[in-house]
Nanobody, 115 residues
C-alpha cells in the first residue's frame, strides 16, 4: 500500500516562502504522475502543480512563476517550493500520486498566509 507523508506547512507573512515535502513509501520511478493540490475553505480542490515521471511539469496560472515542483528520487520525495506567497494561497495542500490505476492522496498540510 502506497503511503504519502506531507510536511512543511505553516504560517507565513505575505511575500514569504515555504517548502512543502511529500515523502512516498515507494520509489518515485513507480509513480506515473505526482502533484500538489490545494483546497481553501468553501472552495473546490484544485491542481497547483504536477510533474510526470519523465519530468514534464504544469502549473496553475495563479502560481506560475512563484511555485516550483521538484523531486528527489533518492529520497522518494516530491517538493513544492512556494515563493512570493499571497493571502489567497491560504489552503490545505495535498500531495497526490498516480500509481496506475490508483490515485493516492496525502493527509494534507495547512498553509496560512497572513497579510
Amino acid at each position: 500500500q502506497v503511503q504519502l507523508v506531507e510536511s512543511g506547512g505553516g504560517l507565513v507573512q505575505a511575500g514569504g516562502s515555504l517548502r512543502l515535502s511529500c515523502e512516498a513509501s515507494i520509489s518515485l520511478f513507480s509513480i506515473n504522475t505526482m502533484g500538489w493540490y490545494r483546497q481553501a475553505p468553501g472552495k473546490q480542490r484544485e491542481l497547483v502543480a504536477a510533474m510526470s515521471r519523465g519530468g514534464s511539469t504544469n502549473y496553475a496560472d495563479s502560481v506560475k512563476g512563484r511555485f516550483t515542483i521538484s523531486r528527489d528520487n533518492a529520497k522518494n520525495t516530491v517538493y513544492l517550493q512556494m515563493a512570493s506567497l499571497k493571502p489567497e494561497d491560504t489552503a490545505v495542500y495535498y500531495c497526490k500520486v498516480i500509481v496506475p490505476p490508483i490515485n493516492v492522496w496525502g493527509q494534507g498540510t495547512q498553509v496560512t498566509v497572513s497579510s
